[in-house]
């Protein structure tokens, strides 16, 4: 229990957090955002500790509890680490304090409210992540809508209301079917086992028909597929990086995106496997679609939230990809190079941040340079940019290269038994990093070198907190970069158990 | 296990850190203690490595770490050493080092100086994982890494917006071959489930195992090196990558980094040994580069753009010969260019430091007597390109011409031909060089007239130095060194007798190349220029290489650029998707016209009704569930 107890304090850390703003004084906002700071650092501290901890020998739920909650309808609360949410947990808790420290001289405006917000959602966060029950997860995951939706919605910019309108109607439209999803779910289970249950591991046991798996399927991966976003459900995410403050942004691209591929990892997959052998062939398409789409877009923006908008549904293209390949290698590729894109694009949305707090535009064309008048700022913008280009050494790179070797290997395969979709896919998202390479550079190009020009000079360089933050995220991007065996032992377990989840037929008979 | 190669590696990554980190703050004498001392440290590991392994005879391997290990598969960082290596972890360490020091003086009164020797050391770091790695994995890490060192250094003087375009360009047209480069990586890697090079060669020469077709991996593999390699189609970068400063061009864009493809092939050529089919396109391809550069050469005018497609034009002779199965050959030439590629880009510095930075040869002529060791220096490296004997040049050119002629593994009279003829060219482009730079009389403007003057012992010994590696490189002989590594290709006996007429033909070669140059350019270039005038045209188009450039933007660039916004953007989200989505709101708003009224705009008020609608769904899915 002590260990459970620990997962679950991590859990409601920021609860804790909103009762002590609530708590405090009116006018102290230097008081309000230490606060917050150290209660987002306890919170990850602690969860460091849980992540070491973490076996990864052990297959299954760790640190779990699990208690009844509406036993009539099989309702627990349940919660757990796993190899499939490890990774993610930490990534979330690593970005807390980041988001925190990063909007102390953005915010102004009622930032008692504006902190308590960060909390919810990071506790919403946590919760889809460490729900091990479909009710629980269903009610963390539309948590989480709704102080993203107030942090657009008070703290944005000048478009924010229909930025939020939009963020909002593609997102409920996603959730009332998930909702009908989950009941019919719950429902089938019951017809077909007898068993009433939420519990994650009894739906896994569903034996569904062909025709009901593809509707569920679709219902939560469309759902699912909004929160990546796949083209062509993605164009509420650049509305919503343009007007969102910079911490929403930061949440949006770190975190909440992988809530999508998270879904299908965890649940679209592998409780629908012969539905997903069905629909592989265009999941792989739209796969590919976003990774060259989104490429294509970047490539002839002029907001710089819009290009890193459009580079991150490129990316998580890789992450979809190394799902659906089902090899071991690319499904290890894409969980790293889900972390990889958390950490890469919050880190270049944190530095979007840091620019238009000293130049107030977002005009691409506004700037040249800058290598000269902010070097040290500089430098970490190149290194994240060569990040997200996935170079050699970087956590980009580690992402990228697994997924694309998997998706490869297992189209390859393929081939050779007939089919020529999954090469073509793979092939054509081989010649993806060229474009990752073109639009970026182009960016880092007119952005850093040439004429030097820039709004609102003389500039000042980044100073010790700004530093600090953006230390740790590049820290972290080599990390993972060059030493990512230890990461991916925590969650080769999961990745195993999903592959065997998705590629075992659950009904007898299905194809192969 | 002995970590001497990790070491070698992780040496001029010290520097880059210490450079990069302190090198400001600590003032010149630390950076060229740093920036200078571990290369030259590096070399001297690498000589003891390399007197460690002829002492055991065993390739030496060592294993840094498991950098990911997945399932049963396991890719781990470890490097790799046999002579291969070795010969080329001494020309990167050794013609790096050089060039280190050589830049002491060059760069002297840059403002970042620091700056540029971490840009250098890094370059070493991931040249030397290319060279010593032992998976392709690990050669990826460092061809992309000398591609990112490639791309800071060209863009070195960001200012100046040609500089930013020109490395942007050499990364983006890298990562077209890199494309390739892993696609043939990923076939390898599903036959064997291995990188390891010196595994996979093995399994191809055991007959093991031929899942997947020798010749497409190795096409697959050879455009990774036609873009690092600079050779048709992906040559375009390198020309405009001189925008760099001059050691740069000197060690990167002649010595060794683009000499990495040539390595490549060589090191893979285990497979390139069973696919007669890629090695023909690779033997085509390098005949082809090698005679298109040199025609371009000739009608170039900057003194670094003139040694940039001599560059091009000498790597298609590498690639030539790999093609025909003379791999130690090709490394031979690796060699040799390496030594007078070196120090004609050096020696081209000292000319452009000696004229304030002009490097238009049009405005240079006469300088023989102002700067003299950088003229006799530079002259004895053209007569080693150009081929005269018994200069470096002329052996490993001459064996690549014997083999293009007569290997058993495709050699023939077209290869030969191509070969012999760009030979030609090469002695008459570099002479013009020669000519326009130092003969004849002074062209100069005559600002820069007044500060001629020669170089600093620095640079001056690092040319001195070149130069003699150019006279008696030759000497080394590189093939047999490797022969038990990389054979050579055998020859048919009924070929021998054209052996000693080719040789004598390739001789007469070279100095009929020099003789048409003194003949052209003498007395003010009258003759050229009645040349260039009666064929306007075909100069036109050499001068502006062939216009492959424009070519390009107009077929991918703007087609690109133009799909993504117009189609994409435009028709694409705006229009069909955002279009659709504006109008399921319209519809829906007309539908609810009297709802709309509680669109007051107070957020608390629409955080309510999502509440209450979460809240009344779930109510609902209880009663009804």
Known sequence: MGEAFLLNFVLYLPLVGIVLLMAAPPGQ????????????????????????????????LQFETRLPWIPAWGVYYQIGLDGYNVLLVLLTAFLGPLVVAGAFTAITKDVKLFYAMVFLIQFAMMGTFVAQDLFLFYLFWETMLIPMFLLIGIWGGERRIYATIKFVLYTAFGSILMLAAVIYLVWSLQQTTGITSFAFADLYKAELPLNAQIVLLSAFGLSFAIKVPMVP??????????????????????????????????????????????????????????????????????????????????????????????????????????????????????MVGMI???????????????????PVYSVFFMILTLASIGLPTTSGFTGEFLVLLGAFTASWQQYRQGAVLPLATAVIAVSGVVLGALYMLRFAQTFLFGVEKAPHQPLVDLDRREKAILIAIVAAVFLLGLFPDGPMKKTELAAKQYQQLVSTPRLPGSPR | MSHLLTLIVVLPLAGFALNGLLGNRLGKGFVNAVGCGLPILAFFAT???????????????????????????????????????????????????????????????????????????????????????????????????????????????????????????????????????????????????????????????????PAVSASLVGILLFVGATGKSAQIPLHVWLPDAMAGPTPVSALIHAATMVTAGVYLVARMSGIYAHAPEASMVVAVIGAATAFFAATIAITQTDIKKVLAYSTVSQLGFMFLALGVGAYGVAIFHVMTHAFFKACLFLGAGSVIHALSGEQDIRKMGGLARRIPVTFVTFAVATAAIAGIPPLAGFWSKDEILWNAFASSRGGSPVLWAVAAATALMTAFYMSRLLWLTFFGK????????????????????????????????????????????????????????????????????????????????????????????????????????????????????????????????????????????????????????????????????????????????????????
């Open chain 2, 442 to 625: 002074s062209r100069l403007d005559p600002e820069v007239e007044h500060h001629v003057h020669e170089s600093p012992l620095s640079m001056t010994g690092v040319l001195v130095v070149l130069a003699a590696l150019s006279a008696v490189g030759g000497f080394i002989a590189v093939p047999h060194f490797l022969e038990a590594l990389l054979p050579l290709p055998a020859t048919p006996e009924a070929l021998h007798h054209y052996e000693t007429p080719l040789v004598v033909t390739s001789v007469v070669i070279a100095l009929l190349g020099v003789a048409a140059a003194a003949f052209f350019f003498a007395e003010g270039g009258a003759r050229a220029g009645r040349v260039r005038e009666s064929l306007a045209g075909v100069h036109r188009v050499l001068y502006n290489k062939y216009f492959i450039d424009e070519l390009y933007e107009r077929l991918l660039g703007r087609p690109l650029t133009w799909v993504s916004d117009r189609v994409f953007l435009r028709i694409g989200d705006r229009m069909l998707i955002d279009g659709a989505l504006d109008g399921l709101a319209r519809l829906a708003h007309r539908a609810a016209g009297g709802l709309s009224r509680i669109q007051t705009g107070h957020l608390n008020l629409y955080m309510f009704f999502v509440l209450l609608g979460i809240v009344g769904t779930l109510a609902w899915s209880f009663r009804h569930g």
């Open chain 1, 29 to 60: 906002e230097g008081f309000v955002r230490r606060i917050t700071l150290w209660v987002m650092a306890l919170q990850f501290a602690l969860t460091v500790i849980l992540y070491v901890q973490f076996d990864a020998t052990v297959p299954g």
């Open chain 1, 233 to 350: 459900l993605h164009t509420w995410l650049p509305d919503a990086h343009v007007e969102a403050p910079t911490a929403g942004s930061v949440i949006l691209a770190g975190v909440l995106l992988k809530m999508g591929t998270y879904g299908f990892m965890k649940l679209g997959f592998p409780l629908f496997p012969d539905a997903t052998h069905w629909f592989a062939p265009a999941i792989m398409v739209l796969a590919v679609i976003s990774i060259v789409y989104g490429a294509c877009l970047a490539l002839v923006q002029n907001d710089i939230k819009k290009i890193i908008a459009y580079s991150s549904i490129s990316h998580l293209g890789y992450v979809m990809l190394g799902l659906i390949s089902l090899d071991l290698i690319g499904i290890q590729g894409a969980v790293i190079q889900m972390v990889s894109h958390g950490l890469t694009a919050a880190g270049l949305f944190l």
């Open chain 2, 47 to 209: 000589l003891k490595a390399w007197a460690e392994l002829e002492g055991t005879g065993a390739p030496i391997v060592d294993i840094a770490y498991a950098w990911a290990r997945i399932g049963d598969r396991s890719f781990e960082v470890a490097f790799y050493f046999d002579r291969l290596a070795a010969v080329m972890a001494l020309i990167v360490t050794g013609v790096g080092s050089v060039i280190h020091i050589y830049s002491t003086g060059y760069m002297k009164d840059d403002a970042s100086y620091a700056r540029f020797f971490a840009y250098l050391n890094l370059f070493l770091f991931f040249m030397l994982s290319l060279v010593l790695g032992r998976s392709l994995l690990v050669l990826f890490v460092g061809w992309e890494g000398v591609g990112l060192a490639s791309y800071l250094l060209i863009g070195f003087w960001f200012e100046d917006p040609v500089n930013a375009r020109a490395g942007k360009k050499a990364f983006v047209t890298n990562r077209i071959g890199d494309a390739g480069f892993l696609l043939g990586m990923f076939l390898l890697w599903w036959a064997f489930g291995t990188l390891d090079m010196d595994r996979i060669n093995l399994a191809y020469a055991n007959g093991a195992s």
């Open chain 1, 356 to 374: 238009y707090e000293r130049c107030h535009t977002r005009e691409l064309a506004a700037y040249g340079g800058l290598a000269k008048l902010l």
